[in-house]
């Protein structure tokens, strides 16, 4: 399934420009998806960070994996008859761990942000993510958030 | 199979390893003491990792919360879950 940024900003309270990430593709709701995000030279950040460099803060790719992961784990009440109380309405992003980083995502590039979720208990999950430019990995860490 | 003693000392060094505490050893882990609040002083994002923990090791999946809210009161009853449930 695809969904488009009139529904990412239906599901996670992010705005432009702080809301990194233009669609959802592949989703399986609580389980996996993708996002993407398309880095262009409107970009806020390009021409602001390392200007010469053109480059998305590489701060920013870990943000738009919890960004990913939040609509993954929130994004199921979109669906015909979905019950709203069973997804959460809010994230909090509580840890990150075990980052790295491996590359940079530049102007014209496209990236694609691939979160699994690891496990959850209660009101916690774990995301495993992984960032992509083309096939080239850029990023990858874990990432933990309580929801409400 | 391991008895419960060697098991509890496992799942101590476990916690300490996974969670990495830094200031705790295992064997300031008494089998009694509460893992959570006052006790170990775990949190609810150590208890997820506790569940990522336990499958990697033993093949356990804990998913229910109140399930989780049962075993990890102290390294006896994790202990006494992990002896019945394990599956490798």
Redesign the interface.
């Known amino acids: 399934m695809r969904f488009s940024k009139n529904d990412i900003i239906a599901v996670i309270p992010h705005r432009p420009p702080v809301l990194l990430i233009d669609e959802i593709q592949d989703v399986q709701f609580r389980k996996r998806g993708v996002g993407v995000r398309r880095i262009t030279a409107d970009d806020d950040f390009i021409g602001t960070y390392l200007p010469p460099e053109g480059i998305m803060p590489r701060t920013l790719l870990i943000e738009a994996l919890a960004q990913t992961a939040a609509f993954v784990a929130a994004g199921g009440k979109l669906m015909p008859g979905a019950e709203q109380g069973d997804y959460p309405t809010i994230g909090y992003l509580?840890?990150i761990a075990d980052v790295f980083f491996s590359g940079d995502a530049r102007q014209g590039d496209t990236i694609r942000l691939f979160v699994d979720l690891?496990?959850?208990?209660?009101?916690?999950?774990?995301f495993a993510g992984v960032v992509r430019v083309g096939d080239i990995e850029i990023c990858r860490g874990n990432l933990?958030f309580?929801v409400a | 199979m391991e008895d419960k003693k060697a098991l509890a000392e496992r799942l101590k060094k476990l916690i300490v390893e996974s969670l990495g505490i830094e200031d705790v050893t295992p064997d300031d882990i008494k089998d009694d003491d509460p893992l959570f609040g006052d006790g170990l002083g775990l949190d609810s994002i150590d208890a997820l990792e506790l569940v990522v923990a336990l499958e990697k090791e033993f093949g356990i999946v804990i998913a229910d919360e109140e399930v989780g809210k049962k075993i990890f009161v102290s390294i006896n009853t994790l202990a006494d879950f992990v002896a019945k449930e394990r599956k490798m």
């Not at chain 1, 690891?118 to 774990?126: D, I, M, P, R, T």
């Open positions: 509580v840890r690891v496990s959850s208990l209660g009101a916690v999950y774990k933990t309580s």
